[in-house]
């Protein structure tokens, strides 16, 4: 029998006594002596299979006195291109175009900023052609020092739309949940870890957190009624809670194309999915399914539904179509597969899986063929998320200790630890925002 978060349980475990509390953990692992292999595909996390282009960059040149707050821009756009998954850094202190074309760096990204007075800068960033020292894009902002980052990752995401026709996802954000004196809060960063600010501020668990339609806010679980409730935050806004008339609720997942949310509810000890609408809090029953189902994930259109059930006996992922019909099991392999997440161009999943007793991180086509293992002989890997370009995943692995976010190429490359003290769990990535962050002096 499965439970829909093994870390949690023991969280709760330790910090609650009452019945009706444990009761929400309402199944529990088989033993790990009884899981089977798995037959997949093995990646080797340090080598990429996939084709990165390289791309030159150059520091800025400096004019004035600047007393750096932030990282100089050349090493933010350096940090940029090596997480993107899409390139490969060429870097030179000055242009170089005999070792761009030796390197075969088709484009070089470069600029200049200078001090504005009043704690601002005047940044301008350009992307050239090498060979012909041609400028394919040019952006120009003036900025608080603090603003400097966002500024340059939303350059960075243009100039990877001009070099590779899709936008990158620098300027995006993760939702996860931090230990914060002792107790499990829901924070917000940027993708890469930086400007973390603090969602939660409860003397119980939050965990749980999906971005709203159009990243206005967050969804998450709290236990403040020491019962797991959803609870919905909009930024700048105070929290309410969701689906009151339900004792307990969970498991949120946000209807990409509506807004509604797709839950978890246990009651009389079975647990179902509902579908239901935050503003009038009306909710219905999604399936009528005799297993326990959790963990759900609308596919990039929402015409489908991934989740975890136990009706084969163990954990696997499911699928059916947003109706609840057309229902189909996809995994196979192994004997506990849970927390599934379907990739933005809708043609894979990433799920976690559980092997001699260490969750790893595995993805496969939407039949259940071509499963890949990302994560091996790292500690447990769990809670994987795409980026909104499918390119990266984040999750959370206790391979340093303690739990901390990560960020990795979609064929398990390039493993890249984003957060660094205390404990992090369970990323969610924002999705596409079109708004601009950062205030535009205008274009060159």
């Known amino acids: 029998m499965m439970n829909f978060s093994n870390e949690v349980c023991k969280e709760m475990k330790h910090r609650y006594s009452l019945v009706g509390v444990l009761a ?85 990204m470069t600029g200049k ?51 590779c026709g899709e936008r990158g996802v620098a300027s995006t954000k993760l939702a996860y949940v931090s230990k914060i004196d002792g107790v499990k809060q829901v924070v917000v960063s940027d993708y890469d870890g930086f400007h973390r600010s603090q969602v939660t501020r409860d003397s119980t668990i939050s965990m749980m957190p999906v971005w709203k339609r159009g990243n206005k806010g967050l969804v998450y679980v709290n236990f403040k009624t020491h019962r797991p409730r959803l609870y919905e935050k909009n930024f700048g806004g105070t929290e309410r809670p969701l689906f009151t008339q339900f004792d307990q609720t969970y498991s949120p997942a946000v209807n990409p194309v509506t807004g509604e949310l797709l839950f978890s509810s246990t009651v009389d000890g079975k647990t179902d999915l509902y579908v239901g609408n935050t503003e009038t809090g009306k909710a219905r029953k999604f399936a009528y399914l005799k297993s326990n189902q959790t963990s759900p994930a609308w596919s990039p259109r929402a015409a489908e539904v991934l989740f975890t059930s136990d009706r084969g006996g163990s954990p696997q992922i499911f699928v059916m179509g947003s109706d609840g019909s057309d229902l189909r099991r996809v995994t196979f392999m192994g004997r506990y597969n849970e927390r599934a997440s379907w990739s933005p161009e809708g043609d894979r999943i990433v799920y976690t899986s559980m092997d001699n007793g260490k969750m790893n991180i595995y993805t496969c086509a939407l039949d259940g063929s071509d499963i890949v293992q990302l994560t091996n002989n790292a500690g447990n890997n769990e809670h994987p998320t795409w980026s909104p370009d499918g ?36 990323p969610t990535w924002s999705f596409f925002n079109e708004e601009i962050n950062t205030k535009k002096e205008g274009n060159k």
């Open 113 to 163: 900023v200078e001090n504005a007075g009043a704690g601002k800068l005047r940044v301008q960033c350009f992307l050239y052609v090498s060979k012909t020292k041609t400028l394919r894009l040019g952006e120009s902002y003036t900025i608080p020092q603090k603003d400097l980052r966002r500024a340059v990752h939303e350059f960075f995401d243009k100039a990877t739309l001009v070099v």
């Open 24 to 108: 929400f953990f309402f199944l529990l692992f088989a033993p790990v002596a009884s899981f089977a292999a798995i037959d997949t595909i093995a990646v080797d996390v340090g080598i990429s299979v996939f084709k990165t282009i390289p791309i030159g960059i150059v520091p800025f040149e400096e004019k004035g006195s600047i007393d750096w707050v932030e990282e100089q821009p050349h090493k933010i756009l350096t940090r940029d291109a090596n997480l993107s998954g899409r390139f490969d850094v060429v870097a030179s202190q000055k242009f170089d175009l005999a070792k761009f074309s030796r390197e075969h760096a088709d484009y070089y």
């Open 391 to 426: 390119k990266l995943i984040a999750f959370s692995s206790n391979r340093s200790g303690t739990y901390q976010i990560y960020i990795m190429r979609k064929d398990g490359a390039n493993v890249t630890r984003i957060t660094n003290s205390g404990e992090n769990t369970a």
